[in-house]
């Protein structure tokens, strides 16, 4: 058995990462960029008004000008305008600033006395509310570096520069098997001596959180010929297997040897942390294969910890094994030595609450808990304020 620290470095050693390819923009949230993307144009496209108000030349020097009445111009207006000597020009937000113009001067400031337009000249500076062309980037300009998470605000900013594909490094398709006699699907009433099926619906929709798009979910009974050919059909098929339950040392588990069978070499089984002892991962020439103990504590905090960060440097992503942060707990911990423990947990205000309901079997911390909290293998006790290891989901 191997502690955390090992697991951890094990799997970083053995980093597997993805392909690259183009995406739709999108398609391409909490993807990372594998491209240097330097923007096709100048942005803005060419100087507009920043303000509903009037263009004027900022060198005539007058605070009152006449005002070309006739002419509007809105925002997307193609027509070319030009601004005459001490003229002044309704314009709206967006719209192209007037040839010969430089300076726009909001409505709110000025006044309007039949064809003439008053503003107090001393309120503006040259340029006040022009968005002058190019401001943002010009053409050629690095706007987004290779391995940036793709954020809503980055999908803002590429859009902006007119990209429909963007470069990303493509995540895995993974397959992930439930096993189990006692497994039900929810919506059905539950009957006796069953559980309902909480794992797949936390990986698929963990997955799906990191952006992984091609997941397909099987079911096994514990019998060790259909899991066999689940595997094996699976493992044919998808970069990334998961595997969860039957990898424990009961009579009825049959993953471990389901995997060998199938050519799986093994990196490691069993880590000396609680829950989740029994996790498995093994690899294949370049696909991993995780195989999650069935409590749903294990799955879940096996997933957050050893699963996700490979999966999101497949995906690109650095520093995937970094904890979120570290905060003082909100009161004193006890533990027995031997084991690092992962506790379900609340991070609020600046410090972080182990939250009631650590047992395995019981989900009711899962619905509460923003975080796992770290507590290593040879720590008894950590009085309140101590400096703990937090991740988020
Ligand atoms: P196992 O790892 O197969 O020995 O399962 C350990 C415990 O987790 C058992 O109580 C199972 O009923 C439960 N379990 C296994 N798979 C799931 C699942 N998909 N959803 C909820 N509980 C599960
Ligand atoms: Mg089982």
Redesign the pocket.
Known sequence: MISVEEAKNLLNQHQLSGKTGTVALDESLGLFLSADIQSPIDIPFFDNSAMDGYAIRWQDGQSSRKLRAETKIRAGEIGNFTLGEDEAIRIFTGAPIPNGADTVIQQELVSIEGNLFNFDIENFSKGANVRKKGAQNTTGTLIAKKGSEITPGMIGLLASVGLDQVPVYLPPTVGII???D??MEVGEPLSFGK??????HVLKTYLQKLGVKAIEIAKSIDDPDLLQSQINDFIQRYDVLII?????V?EF?FVKKGLENASVKELFYKIKQKPGKPLYVGFRDHQWIFAL????ASTLTCFNQYVKPCLESWMGKSNTWQPTGLLPLKEDYRKKQGLTFFLKAKEQNGSIEILSGQES?NLISYGVANCILEIPEDIEFLPKGSMVKFYKW
């Not at 969860?244 to 424990?248: L, M």
Request: hydrophobic letters at 20%; zero cysteines; charged letters at 15%.
């Open positions: 439930l096993t189990g006692e497994l559980v309902y099926d909480s794992n797949g969860s339950g039957g990898i424990s009961g588990d103990p069935g409590n749903p079997f």
